[in-house]
Structure formats: C-alpha cells, structure tokens
C-alpha cells in the first residue's frame, strides 16, 4: 500500500489553457484497463524535456531526443503503459515513429511534432496495430479536464495515479501548473523509472523553459529513488502553452524564480508520490545530508542510504540498527572522510555522535523514531556548507513478490 497517498480528486487538478487530454483501452498488455494517454497542445505551445541516462534508452525516448532536438513545435504526445518498447531494435523505432505518424494523421500536424512515450516490459515488441485501433477513442475523449484520467491511464504497477495541480499569480497574472507522473521501481534517476508531465499556461521563452527543466528536475525528480536502478524509458516533461498571456518569461526576467517555484511545488509532491508509492512500499523516508563538501558528495552519501538494502529492509522491520548506517555513510565514496565529525539524528533523536554511538542515545528511542510510517534521516558530515535532500521508500516482503511477478 502507499505511505499516506491517495490518488487525486479530478476537481484539484486544474486545466491548462490549451492542453487537452484522452485516454483509452487499448489492450497493450491486459484487457479492460487504460493504458494509453493522448495530449493535444494549442499552436505556439512550448515543450522542452530531459530524458533517462541509460545507455539503453528506449526506441521512443531516441525519437524524443531526435524530434526535440529537430526544434519542431510540438503539438501532441503520446503514452502506452504494459511495453517499454525497449531492445527492440529497428523495429522499435519504427513502432514509435508510427505511432507519431497515427496521431499526426488524427490531430492534424506533422509526425515530427508529436512525442512519444512508453512504459512497461522491456525486449519485447510494441502491438502498434492495437495502439492505432485505439487512438481514435482517445481522440473523442480529449477534455482539457481529464488530467485524472491521464494519470490512470499511464500507470504500471503503480497502486495510486499521481497528480498535482498550482495556482499562482505571477507578474500580476493568474498562472495555473498542473502535473501527473507514474512510477515505482526500477526508480533512481537521473531519472527514474517514471514519466512525468507538467504543464503551465504561462508565457515562457524556448531558453528559459529548457533551463528551467533541468532546475526543477534536479530537485525533484532527480532526487527521488526506489531501489537504485535507473530504467531505460525515463522521461520528464515541460510544458508551456503561454495561454495565460502577457510577455515570455526569460530567464533573466523577475518572474522567473516566482514560475520555477510554481513549477517546484507540482513536480517536488509528484517525486515524493513515486517514492511513497514504491513498490512494497510501508515508509517513506526521508534523507538530509548537511555540512558536506560540496552538492555531489552530499547526493552520494544521502544516495548511499536511500539504496541500501540493509538500511533499507531495516526500516521495514522498525530497527534502528545503526551499524547498517554508519556503513552506508561509509560506502558512499566521500574521499578523506573524517568519520569522528559525522553526525546523525534519526528524528528528533541523536543517534550518532562524533563517528560513534551518541552518549545520550538509548535503544528505546531509537525503536519510537523507527515506528511511524514517515522518517527523517539526518546526516552532518562536518566538511563544509553543501547539502541534499533524497527521498526514499524501505523494502518489504511485497517488493521482491512484485518483481518476481512482474511478467506474470
């Protein structure tokens, strides 16, 4: 089950002027289920995105690169859940670049200003036939206030649909952010094993909106992992229609950290939506590493802990072994590490002191801090003014059970 996560009320998640959605069943790998997304964007809609690191990445995600990077405008996106279509060849790129071609036939726009996305199980084919029979339905069904059903539509083994939705006024104007993601496991960006969307109605230059990807990424989706292993099909998605008017935002314009922090308050809760949801998941975690050297030592320390899976499974069984951290922090790679500086609080409690069991510390203490469903890790490592935060799920029964299972 989720760690304090329901899905979202379709009334929270505001429409984007000039963002439609559509779904529908198109039997991609089980019947009588949603499993493909269709977005329409107005004309003039900016779109600029960052994609999975694996070298393995996706026949879709190569036609994302290559459509993105062409600096077509984009006027559609498509999503399947149930096939990756991954290690698949050049029948997979030809898969995904048909599935363009079927939208842009429906919607009325070249192949190459439509995105395509896919998730699911790898090395095996993608049934375009079923993906071009269905995408009629999800054409009918396009509503600029059916980001709910999206959300559904582009799940895996996700228990809950993941969305978010923002107001703000920004320079006078009434801005509205809206996001849905989908994600579980094989989770660690950069990025993760997860598809994101968010769309803005504000008026954002091509510049400002790829700087501002990248920004808001690192500080949400890349921030964000289940069990350390980063997919092959990771996508995150900005968008901006400009329908809400007035000047673009540049990103030297004032309003532009007002528009980041908009953005930030969508996409940060769809990241920790992926974490609370993680596969088997019965905590969520939160990792804080402070006074390191710098942000990337900071990220392998906090990092080190969130994929441990001894740390990990001693969170599911509520014991606060502390052994299991200190050789977590001590894994992470920090060169010249002066472990009598490092500190480090589970909760409110001390648990670590100068390198070692703190003196004030008691087992009790310990096993409270380690019961409720949501706990924070703190970690100083006494080098410097650099930190991060990660956050994290443990590992239950549940997980090895869903992944064992997962093609049956």
Known sequence: MPVNLVAPDPAALYPVAGVELGFAEAGIRKAHRRDLMLMHLAPGTRVAGVFTQNSFAAAPVQVCRRHLGAGAAIRALVVNAGNANCGTGERGLKAAEASCAAVAKLVGCASTEVLPFSTGVILEHLPIDRIEAALPRCVASLGADHWADAAAAIMTTDTVSKGVSVRQSIGGRNVTVTGIAKGVGMLQPNMATMLAYVATDAAVAADALHQLVRQVADVSFNRVTVDGDTSTNDSFILIATGAAGGAEITVDHPDFAALRSAVERVAIPLAQAI??????????????????????????????????????????????????????????????????????????????????????????????????????????????????????????????????????
Do not use: H
């Open 275 to 408: 974490a609370r949801d993680g596969e088997g998941a019965t905590k969520f975690i939160t990792v804080q590493v402070e006074a390191a050297a710098d942000a990337d030592e900071a990220l392998r320390v906090a990092r080190g802990i969130a994929n441990s899976p001894l740390v990990k499974t001693a969170f599911f069984a509520s014991d606060p072994n502390l052994g299991r951290l200190l050789m977590a922090i001590g894994n992470a790679g920090v060169p010249d590490l002066d472990t009598s500086r490092v500190n480090l609080w589970l909760g409110d409690v001390q648990v670590i002191e100068s390198g070692g069991r703190a003196a004030s510390y008691v087992e009790a203490d310990g096993a409270r801090v380690m019961a409720p469903d949501e706990i924070t890790v703190r970690v100083s490592l006494g080098r410097g003014g650099a930190g991060t935060t990660v956050w994290t799920c443990d590992f239950s029964y549940d997980y090895v059970k869903i992944n064992a299972e997962y093609r049956t």
